[in-house]
């Protein structure tokens, strides 16, 4: 059983309820069965308001021409999760448009041509054909004016064939959110939040027989002969006949490998083992250990374990100008060594929290573990994620635990720390960043690794608005997208993309100027996509200067709050301070949405009310 704020009861319950239980026991469970109805409560009037949301932000997006005539799309692959293949390939391009020919690449023969439909024959010509990965036209992408095109939306899944013209996908797309939204968090134990904890995973099972490759991989040999992993963001496939990847793992630092580059494997077959309870910190080179600012009761203290009854030096937090590490000195105890991946001398930092495995003047050799540091294990995983994670990726809110994210692809280096935060400089050959880190975060990087832009420097969730800044539009929209899914996934709910890639459209419609040119703009307004393409086609046909934005990113109630449509607006929240604004800048409502149509007691611009159908006249032929 669990404790409402996540702890696990020590107490368990032993009896079955025809066993009967002891009053304690009756008690815990009767604790755990209030937290259960109380959460189904909130949950619907959370469900429901975040469904409410989603409608208001996507009810004007309906199909409004046949094609928009981009050549722009995205590049989808089957989605990999720890090796596992979660969404095959087939699945997440069935029932889209392909956005250029997709050629066999032995025979070269066109399977689809450029603006063709995949459906179920087509999918499995292209999986037959080898092919890992496709360019699709979304939603995303699609370049209307308004709504969007047959072509950027593809199926109609709830009829299985192409969208008609008139169909208000987006209130479809809101809903198909919308209403799982009450099984995601519902799914409360019957008797209350049982305690469940995670079986890690400690080792790689390949699934299919295959040829081995390393993939940005640096290790060395330990004392047994085994390689250990020295690099965090390495990979190693498994190739068939063709040299085509069946599966992909990514492999954590510290962990031992079964198996060389190159070397033939069969499926079951295990090829790497890691402890999941902790991360360790592995030396490089061998030699004479030496122990640097750790001293007992100040920055070290004894803790005997009580499963084992074993003691170890845990490092506890310590003053600002101690730095607690680990040095390997040559025979003759001199800092001569150098690690071979950084070229910087083989000193390790310690962090808070670290288990301290080696002892002064130990001999080590290269792979061995000089320091453990534990994985936060005790909360269980009971309400996090589900609704409230949907909703904060919606409202593209900051996250609580906020991890920073590196700006610029370099190597980092550790200087010191400045008021109880650790300074952490990321170096490429050009440029330099500085990070300030609180000082008992565990950092997922050491002192010379190299990292890549927009990679995590510590725990924590990144922020949506830094990989946009960091990494672009195209990468956020499929992060995005994908940290919904993952959501849906662990509840075993299926949703289709494009439903979800219609919102983030929406949350994506808006840019903010950063230099206004000879335009009408002011600096720091959000002014919509199309308005801003306009104004600066107007400014270069009178030769004048364009102005400059930069594309943000806005949660859903703010979408929803600055759409053209100013009825809307106000229908949805915050009334009187939408219409103040409208009345004051004499804001002109076009019409073009349904709820405003709805307000106004008009024909819905949807289905056979769309403008298309207006001018079209019925003869009736007598015979």
Known sequence: MAKPSGEIIETPITANFREGLTPLQY????????????????KTANSGYLTRR???????????????????GISVKSLVESGEIIEPLEERIFGRVAAEAIK?????????????????????????????????????????????????????????EHVEIGEAVGIMAAQSIGEPGTQLTMRTFHIGGTA?????????????SGTVKFIDLTTVKDRAGSLVVMNRNSSIAILDAKGREKEKYSVVYGAKLKIK???????????????????????EVGGKIALGDIIEGVSVKEEVDQVTGLSHK?????????RPRVSIKDEHGKATLKSPSTNQLARYPLPSGSHVLVEKGAIVHPGDIIAKIPRETTKTKDITGGLPRVAELFEARKPKEQAIASEIDGTVEFQGFHKGMRIVVVKSATDSKEYHIPKGKHLNVHEGDTVKAGEALMDGSVN????????????????????????????????????????????MKKVKIEDSGDTDFLVGENVDKI?????????????????????????????????????????????????????????????????????????IPAGTGIRKYKETFVKVIKE
């Open 104 to 160: 066999d690449p032995v025979t070269m023969k066109t399977i689809v041509s450029k603006g063709e439909e995949i459906d179920d024959v087509l999918s499995q010509k292209i999986i037959g054909a080898g092919i890992n990965e496709v360019k699709i036209r979304s939603v995303l992408t699609c370049e209307s004016r308004h709504g969007v095109c047959r072509k950027c939306y593809g199926r109609n899944l709830g009829r299985g």
């Open 196 to 208: 469940t904890k995670m079986v890690e995973q400690s080792v790689l099972v390949v699934k299919n």
């Open 54 to 72: 989603l409608v208001d932000v996507t009810q004007d997006v309906i199909i409004r021409l046949d094609d928009c005539n981009t050549n722009d």
């Open 261 to 283: 580059d190159g070397q033939k494997v069969d499926a079951g077959q295990h090829i790497a083992e890691w402890d999941p309870y902790s991360n360790p910190i592995v030396t």
């Open 464 to 507: 949506p608005h830094s990989i946009l800044e960091i990494l672009g539009p195209k990468e956020l929209e499929s992060y995005l997208v994908d940290e919904v899914q993952k959501v849906y996934r662990l509840q075993g709910v299926t949703i289709n993309d494009k439903h979800i890639e219609v919102i983030v459209r929406q949350m």
């Open 531 to 603: 308005v801003f393409e306009d104004e600066n086609n107007r400014m270069l046909k009178q030769k004048g200067k364009p102005a400059q934005a930069k594309p943000i990113l806005l949660g859903i109630t703010k979408a929803s709050l600055t759409t053209d449509s100013f009825i809307s607006a106000a229908s949805f929240q915050e009334t009187t301070r939408v219409l103040t604004e409208a009345a004051i800048s004499g804001a002109q409502d076009e019409l073009r949405g349904l709820k405003e149509n709805v307000i106004m007691g008009r024909l």
């Open 27 to 42: 008690f815990i469970s009767t604790h755990g069965a209030r937290k259960g109805l109380a959460d189904t409560a909130l």
């Open 314 to 322: 845990v490092i506890i937090d310590y003053p600002n100008e101690m």
